[in-house]
Each structure stands twice: as C-alpha cells, then as structure tokens.
C-alpha cells in the first residue's frame, strides 16, 4: 500500500528558480559549444539562437501546466491528464531512458574539469563522478528545505563566474573566426539543434516538484520566467566567444571552455572554470535526482509502476528507495563507460532523444489541456520540437522503441489488473 505521507511543501520560487537555472544551465555549457561549433561551424550559433527562441514557449507551457495540473508525475501527469493513463504510463516509461544515464554522464564531465585541474587519470575521474552521484543521493534523501537554500547560493556564484568567463575570452574574439559562416552547409545547422536540445532540457524536472512549491500557481510560473532570460543569454554569449575565438578548431573536448578561458585570463582563470565546471554538473545532478525520484514515485503512487516505489521515507518525507534503486544503477553505468571509453558527445545524444520525445508529448497535452495564448503557444512548442526531432536520424529509434516497450507493459497491466478485478482481487483493503 502506498504511504499516507505526502511530500513537505517547502519550496520558494526563489529556491524553484535557483533549481531550474542549475537543471538546465549544466553539462550542456560545457561541452556543447565547442561540440556544436565542430558540426556546423560559425552557423552553430543560429542553432543556438533558434534552440533559445524554441526554449521561450517550451518553458511557459511547463509552467502553465505545472500551475494548473500541480503534480509529482509531471510530463506523465500531463499526458494521463489529456490522453489516458496509458499515455501516461507510456511517459513515465520514457524518463526511465534518461536521467538513470545522463546523471552519470554529467558526473563524468564534472569530474572531467575537476580532473583536469589535477591531472586525474581516467579512473580518478570515474571515483571522483561517483562521488559526486552519491553526494547528490544523500542530499536528495534529507530533503530539499536544507539543499534549495545552498543551490540559490551556488547558482548566483556560477553565473557570476560564466560572466566573468565571456568577458575574459572577448578580447580574443576576432571578426575572421564567424568566416566562412557555414562551412558545411546549412543541414548541420538543424542536426545541431537535436545535439543542443540536451543544453534546454530541465525545466520538466523542476515541474515534478510541483507539489513541493509552497504556492504551485504563483511559483512555478515565476521561477520559470525568471531563470529563462539568464540561460538564454549566458548561453548565446559562450557559443559567442567560442566561436569567435577559433578555440574549437582544435577539435571539441570536454574541458574545452576551462582552456579556452586559461588562454584568455591566465592559467588561474582555466582552474576556477574548472572547479566551475565541477559546481555546474554537481548542481545538474541534484536537480535531475530530486525531479526524477519524484516522478518514479508518482508513477508508483498511481499504480504505473511498482508499489515498492511508492513510498516516502518517515521522517525526511523523500522517496528514498528510488535513490537507493538509482545509486545501483549509476554505479553499472560509470563502471560501463570506464570499460567502453565511450564519446560523452557522441553519447549525450540518446537521453536527448528521449527528452525531445518527451516534450512533444508534454507540448501536445499542453494544445489539449490548455486555452488561449497557453494553447497556442503549446502548439508552436509542440511544432518545433516535431521538426527538431526530424534530424535526430537513426538515433530517433531509441525513444520509439521505449515507447513501444512502455505501451505493451502498460497493456498488460491493464489485463491482469482486470484479472484481478473481475475475481474481487484488486479491492482496496481500506
């Protein structure tokens, strides 16, 4: 039986935009400026712009539906609110693609920066990522009241140095760097966007807190609004600076924005980026986790996934057991990669799939549930992402098939649970 528990109302929207601004401003200013310069040259800075301008609706319409549907399932609540509990198992399904591997691979990078600051081998950087997910498990498990206070400091210092990081490299941005503008032509432009969209993704996870803001209407909204013109901004000037710098020419690596800072400002200035680079993932991290346990734990409260799952721990009020089902599986994917040694570029492109499929299935419940500007701005999201999507080629495959796999286990759910209905089984005891 689920718990009677229910999670503590204890977040501001100050704490809600601290949150956001660390979920989505990550791993993704790290290593995706250079990556996307790579593929398309100059002319990655019109899918910089493009991806930004797309971010604008895509986060208004989380916000909308946050403020209106507040829900721990977040996404999945969104779609079995329009479409049916099976869309939204189906859903819920989908994110089990996602943070289980993309917290890790942020880990990685942040301990890639870490790394370099002292010249760590390839397993130092593992134990060192590992560390980082099980801080982040801890935290997580005690509650968000004593974590949000921290990030609201931590992410107010990160932007500050991000800042600091633009202004440095400008001297060196030369007008020559943006020429030729599309060295490749214009097709990588929008198969950049598809590697970008990992730079946007975040805001869903905060909406899974939505139970957990002390006044869902008015937070979510404004926590949204407010950290969506800092991102936007911080990233367009990186891609700038990075561009104009040349500094990708060498070819995109991890550290990259640490070197190219050092060059600019001193080799002082590459190891504060480097601790930033560090804070930015660790921060990642403990966002994805608290909105990814919550979802798990919503989805097992209404009954999608396993009851295990659905319950709050006495005295801290967290859904422990998915952090500590979640600690196993990060531990298979660090030991994974260190024997692999896959591209972390290369592999960001799979949990990406899956966050572009899940926000066509949030922007599309967003044109059913919502009305007026909120349904039409839902539509324009829903578009755009449908197109991005388009270029995501053969790696596409892996959210359909999630999805296929999500579908057949919600029906036969729904089979044996009209088994056991049909023979007086599935009563609720109370």
């Known amino acids: 039986m689920p718990s009677s528990i229910k999670l503590r109302k204890s977040i501001s929207w100050v704490q809600g935009a601290a949150m956001t601004i660390a979920a989505v401003l990550g791993s993704g200013v790290l290593v995706l400026p250079a990556a996307a310069a790579v593929l398309a040259g100059p002319a990655s800075l019109v899918s910089w712009l493009a991806m930004g301008l797309l971010a604008v609706p895509l986060a208004m319409t989380l916000g909308n539906l946050g403020a209106s549907y507040p829900d721990a399932g977040g996404i999945a609540a969104f779609a079995r609110q329009a479409f049916g509990p099976r869309v939204g198992a189906v859903t819920g399904f989908l994110f089990l693609g996602t943070v289980p591997i993309g917290a890790p691979l942020v880990a990685l990078i942040g301990a890639s920066y870490l790394g370099r600051l002292f010249a760590a081998g390839p397993w130092q950087v593992s134990l060192t990522a590992a560390g980082m997910l099980a801080a982040s498990l801890f935290i997580n498990y005690l509650g968000l009241r004593p974590s949000g206070r921290v990030q609201t400091g931590v992410v107010a210092a990160v932007s500050l140095i991000l800042l600091a990081a633009v202004l440095t490299a400008l001297p060196g941005v030369r007008a020559a760097s943006f020429l030729p503008f599309a060295p490749h032509g214009w097709l990588p432009v929008g198969v950049a966007m598809t590697l970008l969209f990992w730079a946007f993704v975040g805001w869903e996870m905060v909406v899974h807190l939505a139970e957990e803001f002390q006044d869902p209407a008015r937070d979510i909204p404004l926590a949204l609004a407010s950290s969506l013109g800092i991102i936007i901004v911080l990233y367009l000037a990186l891609a700038t600076v990075t561009v104009g710098t040349s500094s990708y020419r060498a070819g995109a690596d991890i550290t990259d924005l640490a070197g190219m800072i050092g060059r600019g400002a001193g080799a002082w200035a590459g190891d504060v980026t480097a601790v930033l680079g560090f804070l930015v993932c660790f921060g990642t991290i403990h966002t994805y986790l608290a909105g990814f346990s919550r979802l798990v734990y919503a989805q097992s409260r209404d009954g999608h996934f396993p009851s295990f799952f659905a319950r709050l721990h006495p005295r801290h009020q967290t859904p422990h057991r998915t952090l500590g089902v979640l600690g196993a599986v990060f531990l298979l994917v660090l030991l994974l990669d260190y024997r692999l040694h896959a591209g972390l570029a290369a592999l960001i492109k799979w949990p990406s799939a899956v966050f572009i499929g ?24 829903l578009t755009a992402c449908i197109v991005v999507f388009g270029f995501l080629g053969w790696v596409g495959l892996y959210p359909l098939a999630l999805a296929a796999v999500g579908w057949l286990t919600g029906h036969r759910a729904k089979i044996r649970k009209g088994f056991q209905v049909s023979f007086g089984e599935g009563r609720n005891p109370e």
């Open 358 to 381: 899940l926000y066509i299935i949030g922007m599309a419940a967003g044109t059913k549930l919502l009305h007026g500007w909120g349904r039409r701005l839902a539509i324009v999201s």
